[in-house]
């Protein structure tokens, strides 16, 4: 019992139990991971005091039932709830590591829904209950390798560092990896590492001295990782660390003086000596190689050769003729190294002569010194010693004759058996400072015997030698923006002079603009700058190597420095702008053009990649590779993107730490294929009658057709044509669409002629259209011309007659009312100044002043439809009171229901054009009451005087004074307002609609009934007007009223053109006779080319809103 206490006290685990109103969670648990399967953890009744909960509802708690839900939760499995207590406990071992969401995570949530159910009642609730598991420290830190092998230079410099890979502890929070250790302690390694957010690390071998591998070749290190739980885990790594060698020692003869004697019948080919050297350094830096120096005579060349590898002295020959002398081989052991190492070692050979009695040698040297001293620079001849010869023998065994066996030395005979030893040659201390010299004398015994005498002449140093840099070259590599004073490289230098001659000064010449700086010492080179790799690349210049001899003498050597790159340069595009051209409806794939751009960085700092920027619309009909290729990824429609298709590029390079990037722009243009018929605008299915006079004089424009095409260029160039028309008195201009008059007509050619107008583009093929167009002829007396005579023609005649007797009374009555008017304020002046004797002013306006005022169109009007109105102003000295004018109007003209009467017979109304004629308010301006007839005659008279006052030339113009032939959407042209004979029928029915709404209120007059009748034009010639002035009018279109299209193709609003901007053109459109009776009051100012919709467009508003609004709006 006591052991399962124990057991519990060691899987203790804290139960945090509580409602939560923040978390959105009913209950909150929180469990140590690897408790034991059927842990308690608690019960869901009791910890949510679930039945006091619910009280409300009489829930009992026997017919409660408690359910985890476990569909879509794959982690309700590791828990069970009782179904009927509520008893809340594990369902196995929770391993918090193996759970996918939670490994490396501070924190480990599973998220339950518990259901309570009544099973007798409807109760039912979902209880959110949340398991934090919290982590205990199960797992020890462990290296993915037990092993691991690593090499390091021994020319490695402290700070150099070997990367290790770090260890993994699955554990989170403190119970994760918390601290490395190294050991042994006094290794020349230090450890560094870096912990990383999910347990793993960097670690570092960082080096802290310089290493000298022949003392010690390897080092075995062990690194720990050790976790922070209670009790700690640690985790080992072994680490071997291997030296490798540089060529840093010469070989070593075990001895460097050799002393041996041989018989001077010894034979060919037989060793004399087996000599020995090594070298510390491995492999080949560490392989010994004899050879025989090659500064020494070619008699001993010729006479001794030694095995390269095992360094065996033999002898080539015999040496009967060297007895008695000692000879002199110089040995040289170099390692297999790239740049090989060489020592030397002096071998001295003894031949020995054992027969007769040999000559004496006596030398006597020059200095008094154990050796002779002769300078180096000694010229040839130079006496070096005396050498006297004896010899017991006589005769022939006693003629004795010496010689030297050095050639930079010989004999010069004194006397006999006297000589003198002079310098031969030319002397170089630095190839041999010291000269054995053997002098040998022989009898002439047989055989001959001899005797040889050695001496040692010291050759004495002169300031011959320049320093020799150990390379001509040296390289080195800096990484750019480096720190100021770091070092470069280190440079050495040799001279083969001693003493002060060989002592060294280094300085640098030839550097440039680069603050490059040396220690005069020991040759390091340091920058004093920080270098630009984009700047300069490599940078060159020489190093001085100078002695302290006299005269100095110096050497250079060249330095080259590579500046290693650094990712200090954004990659930037060739041009801030990329414009591409590209065919139209082409299939998707097509390339479209390759981005460029330059990185001055090498290597990946360098390499770039391209990449649509995220600015970019959605949906960019274009695929960009990484390399800057644009292809598209669908057919393009130039008419969609008329210019072109614009987004952002960005060049983002791959260099490290961290990668830079810049931004470009791209616009790709879309070449045009003739891909749009032409449009023709006039004519068309509403508007294609164009009407002139006969007698037009010959090259008169009657008409133009207008056309667009969406397309481009030659694609968009039309070409206007008639097709199948037997019309010969009209041509049209192939590029303009003009139709002119070539030839006289007579009244014959009276009639309709209809044509087909063929427009063709001058693309690739060529595409064309083609519409309908009716030709009228007119006369002076408007006709029908394929129109009979009918009955309802007399009707027409009863409504002229009755509209110019209307005229009459109209204008009668309306110059009575100003009469009366006019005397009635000279009265009241009057009163005025005989009551107070002053004159009241009413700010009339001089006749000057007393101009039309026209004011812009009304584009919406009371109406509501949007339809076309000029409005202006009238007089102030036509204005009078309306009470003062309805008044007379009543007294003098009754209302005129025969009128009505007459019109309601004879022409029913469809749907009105109305216009609303209104008077801009002015102070002295009276009201009028609606369906004042005053009002209407007053209206009336108003534009009877507009159109009797026209300027003289317009009583002359058979067109009006604007003989534009073109649509203008106006209805009939304007001598339908202009001519000589006052009003047309028509506009007096016109002016009867608006005089009296009241009559037909149910329906209007159809005014095509009109179309038949006899109207007299006057005399109408075309004829420009210079005086007229322009009048801001604004005209609201149905279909095109404030669009054009330019000449590239694009729709303008007109109504941001200036009226100057328009060039009158000598036409006007018709698109019937009815329509030339049928024609609204419009003002003569309206340009023609802003209309291209059917003729009749204009409506009138009824008078009865005049009275409200004093104001003309047609």
Known sequence: MQGCCGRELAIFIVVYLFISDTTGHDMEYRINEELPSNYIIGNIVDDLKFLERNYSINVDRENIRFNILSQGNPLAVYFNINDRTGSFSTNGTIDRESLSHCKFSNICEIKLDVSAQSTIGTFFEIIKVKVIVLDINDNTPYFVKSKTNLEISESSIPNSSLSVEGAVDLDSGNNTIQTY??????????????????????????????????????????????????????????????????????????????????????????????????????????????????????????????NETHGNLSLIKPLTYYSGEVLKVIIEASDNADQPLISQATVYVKVLDSTNSPPIININLLSNAPKARIAESASVGAAVAHVGVTDEDTGRNGHVTCSLSNPNFRLDKLDVNEYKVVVNVELDREKIDEYEINVTCVDSGIPPLSSTSTFRVTVMDMNDHSPTFLKTTY???????????????????????????????????????????????????????VTDRENTSEINFKVVATDKGNPRKSSTANVAITILDVNDNKPRFTDPLFTFTIPENQPSGLFVGQLTANDNDLGNNGTFDFIASTDNEPNLPFLISKSGTI????????ETHPHGINFKMVVVDKGTPTSLSSTGYVTVFLSDENDNYPEIIFPNAENKTIAFLFDLPINSIIGKVEARDRDYDNNAKMVYSFAATTISFISIDQDSGEMKLNRPLTSEFVNRYPISVLVEDQGVPKLSSNVSLTIIVLSHQILAPVAPRTPNDDNYLMIAVIIACVTVVAAGSIILIIFLIR???????????????????????????????????????????????????MDEEKKYDTLEMERHLYQKNPPKQEVDRILDTIMPPQNPRVAQVKAVPSPTSYNTQPHSQLGKLQLHQNIINMHSNQPHGDNDSETSIESNTSDSGRGGSESDIHSSGG?????????????????????????????????????????????RKDIPVEIDHRKYADRRVNEYGDYVDIRDIPYSAYRPKRFTHFNSMSDILDGSMMTNEDDDDLSTTTSGSYTVDDIDDSSLHPECVV
């Not at 912990?195 to 071998?205: D, M, P, Y």
């Not at 292809?631 to 130039?638: E, I, P």
């Open 475 to 529: 390289y080195a590599e800096l990484y750019e923006n480096n720190e100021i004073g770091v070092e470069v490289l280190r440079v050495s230098a040799l001279d083969f002079d001693i003493g002060i001659n060989a002592e060294i000064e280094y300085s640098l010449s030839q550097t440039g603009r680069f603050p490059f700086g040396i220690d005069p010492t020991f040759g390091i080179i340091f920058a004093n700058f």
């Open 983 to 1027: 009003l047309s029928q028509c506009q007096e029915l016109d002016l009867l609609k608006q005089l009296y709404p009241h009559v037909n209120k149910q329906e209007h007059l159809r005014l095509k009934q009109c179309s038949n009748k006899v109207v007299n034009l006057g005399d109408i010639r075309p004829k420009f007007r210079d005086n």
């Open 631 to 638: 292809v598209s990824t669908k057919a393009l429609d130039r």
């Open 823 to 873: 005397r009635n304020d000279m009265q009241k002046q009057a009163l005025e100044k005989n009551n107070n004797g002053i004159v009241i002013s009413r700010n009339h306006p001089t006749p000057s002043d007393g101009k039309e005022q026209y004011d812009a169109i009304d584009h919406a009007g009371k109406n509501g439809r949007g339809e076309k109105r000029v409005s202006f102003s």
């Open 181 to 306: 250790l190294l050991k042994p302690a006094g290794s020349p390694f230090l450890l560094s590492y870096d912990n990383s957010l999910i347990g793993s690390s960097a670690l570092k071998l960082i080096l802290n001295r310089t290493l000298d591998r022949e003392k010690v070749g390897f080092y075995d290190l062990v690194i720990e990782a050790v976790d922070g739980g209670n009790p700690q885990k640690t985790g080992s790594l072994s680490v071997h660390i291997d030296v490798t060698d540089v060529n840093d020692n010469k070989p070593t003869f075990s001895q460097l003086t050799y002393n041996i004697t041989i018989e001077e019948n010894v034979e060919a080919n037989s060793v004399i000596l087996n000599m020995s050297a090594s070298d510390k350094d491995l492999g080949k830096n560490g392989q010994v190689m004899y050879r025989l120096s090659p500064y020494q005579s070619d008699d001993i060349k010729q006479m001794f050769s030694i």
